[in-house]
């Protein structure tokens, strides 16, 4: 052993003594009788320390070990609770990921329902005014527009001369009578209802309506007047409608002032 092993030793050994007589003194300084005779020594002034308040190296290792016990327990607890907050926090994002979805495919049905909706409303409220026509109106439709079931009014439309004969039938009952009567306004609704059915069931739109108004000037070439020919168009009573290429087929039908 040199000189430094030696010394250090030596340094070691005389601390152990030290907290050794460290510790034989806060014992006997517990000692009530030691206490009191310390007191007649030295007089009842003197100071003499609460030795409730050190505590053995034994004592300070036993506490110390069991703070680091609890501080592992905590830390375990720690980790335990992160871990479950992180699952916990997982699952709260897939929950709301699940709302989401549903939310979408709620509101997706919603507009389907309401697609659904609005298409069997208009079906039904045009075959319903088919039905309010007189009994000989719908005689004379016989031809072109049958309607003893829903189904078959709608494939009627879906006919190649539906549209020009529909649209005759109607024109020359107006031109006739030189006005529109109860059943030619039912008439003029159904057939604008059934004009778009029926450009829906073709690859292509294939005809399109006139757009006219009341207060244009009557023209020849695009117009057809149950009186006066000439002036502003005081009325459309039955638009005419053009092919796709823009040429006109059908004009429409108007009253001149």
Known sequence: MDKNEKEQYKKLKDEKKTRKFKERLICLLKDEDVRRCISEIFGNDTHI???????????????????????????????????????????????????????????????????????????????????????DTRSQLSGILKGESLEQFFACAGKDDFVRRFWDFISERIISQKSVSGDDEILADIFDALFDVYNSSTLNVKYIRQDVRAGEMFDWEKHTSTGNSQGEISAVLFRGYCGADGKILKKSITDVY
């Open 49 to 135: 320390p609460d030795t409730d308040k050190y505590i053995s190296e034994e004592e300070y290792k036993n506490a110390v070990a069991e703070k680091n016990a609890e501080i592992s327990r905590l830390n375990t607890l720690i980790k335990d609770n992160t871990y479950r907050i992180s699952e916990l926090e997982k699952n709260a994002e897939n929950k709301d990921r699940e709302i989401t979805e549903y939310k979408s495919v709620i509101s997706n049905q919603k507009t389907t329902i309401g697609n659904y909706s609005n298409r069997y409303s208009g079906t039904e409220r045009i075959y319903g005014s088919f039905l309010k026509l007189s009994d």
